[in-house]
């Protein structure tokens, strides 16, 4: 069994219909499976929300618990970083630039740096 996730925006043209998926994939043998997917229906980054919808919606047909989530610095925000630990009890390695969340870092431990 896997132990890492993977969340990943990405967006589709079918003719004339645009969409904008939101989407939690799993590593497999280090292949990235797509698990569960939502329309954003709009352009643009997924919003706190969302995210979280995403992340209860798939956690009622995959344990989630105790994995590793792996996303890029647009999945980002204090209240997200809260709810990965607190309400979906996931590990999670997020890129971040280096000037966000400096006093949290400097307060809290030490940086990849």
Request: include cysteine.
């Amino acid at each position: 069994m896997s132990k890492y996730l993977l969340l990943e925006g990405t967006s589709w043209e079918f003719g004339k219909t645009k969409f904008h998926f939101l989407t939690l994939s799993i590593v497999y043998q280090g292949i990235s499976i797509p698990i569960f997917f939502i329309n954003l229906a709009k352009k643009g980054c997924s919003d706190h929300l969302e995210r979280k919808r995403l992340l209860l919606m798939a956690n009622c047909l995959y344990p989630l618990k105790g994995m590793t989530l792996i996303a890029d610095r647009e999945y980002i925000g204090r209240q997200w970083f809260n709810d990965l630990i607190e309400q979906f009890e996931l590990n999670f390695v997020i890129r971040i630039s280096e000037t966000d969340y400096k006093l949290d870092l400097q307060n809290q431990g030490k940086s990849y740096a």
